[in-house]
C-alpha cells in the first residue's frame, strides 16, 4: 500500500539529501551547482509529502494545488524503489488527488535530456515549452483512462 503522508521536519530533511542525490549530477552535467539552501528555502513553503510503502519511507514528492492545475514541483524515490510499479502507483495517486482538487490539469517540469521527460511522456504528458534546461510537460486528466485510478 502506497501512500502520501505529510512530510515532517525530519523526512524533509531526509527528502533534501535524496534530491540531491538523485539530481545534482544530472544538473552538473547541464553546469549547475547544486544548492542546498536554494532548495530548502524552494521546497519548504510547498505542500511536502512523505511517499511510504506501509510503514517504509521511500520518498519524497511536493506539489501545489494551482489555479488552473496540480502543479508537481518533484518526485524523488530512493533508487532501489525507481523504475518499477511505484511510479505509476504515484501517477494514480497524483491523478486521484488533482481530480480531488478540482483540477482537470497536471503541470510539472523535468530536466531537458533526462529519461524522466521520456517516462512522463509515456503516461500521457505533453511538452508545453522548455525555459532554459527545464521541459514544462502537461497531463489533461480528460485524456486519462480513468480506470487507471
Not at 515532517?8 to 534530491?19: D, G, I
Not at 549530477?25 to 549547475?32: C, N, P, S, V, Y
Not at 492545475?69 to 511510479?87: D, E, M, R, S
Request: proline share 1%.
Amino acid at each position: 500500500m502506497l501512500s502520501l503522508i505529510t512530510a515532517e521536519e525530519p523526512e524533509f530533511e531526509s527528502a533534501l539529501l535524496l534530491m540531491r542525490f538523485n539530481m545534482a549530477a544530472t544538473l552538473e552535467k547541464k553546469g549547475i551547482a547544486w544548492d542546498d539552501d536554494w532548495n530548502r528555502k524552494h521546497y519548504d513553503s510547498l505542500d511536502n509529502y512523505s511517499i511510504f510503502l506501509r510503514d517504509q519511507w521511500i520518498g519524497f514528492i511536493s506539489m501545489e494545488v494551482m489555479q488552473d492545475a496540480l502543479y508537481v514541483h518533484t518526485i524523488q524515490l530512493c533508487p532501489q524503489y525507481q523504475g518499477n510499479i511505484y511510479g505509476m502507483k504515484l501517477f494514480r495517486l497524483l491523478c486521484a488527488r488533482a481530480l480531488e482538487s478540482d483540477r482537470n490539469l497536471i503541470r510539472c517540469s523535468a530536466i531537458d535530456g533526462s529519461s524522466v521527460v521520456q517516462q512522463y511522456i509515456r503516461l500521457g504528458f505533453v511538452v508545453e515549452s522548455t525555459h532554459g534546461v527545464l521541459v514544462n510537460l502537461v497531463l489533461s486528466l480528460q485524456n486519462v483512462n480513468h480506470r487507471l485510478f
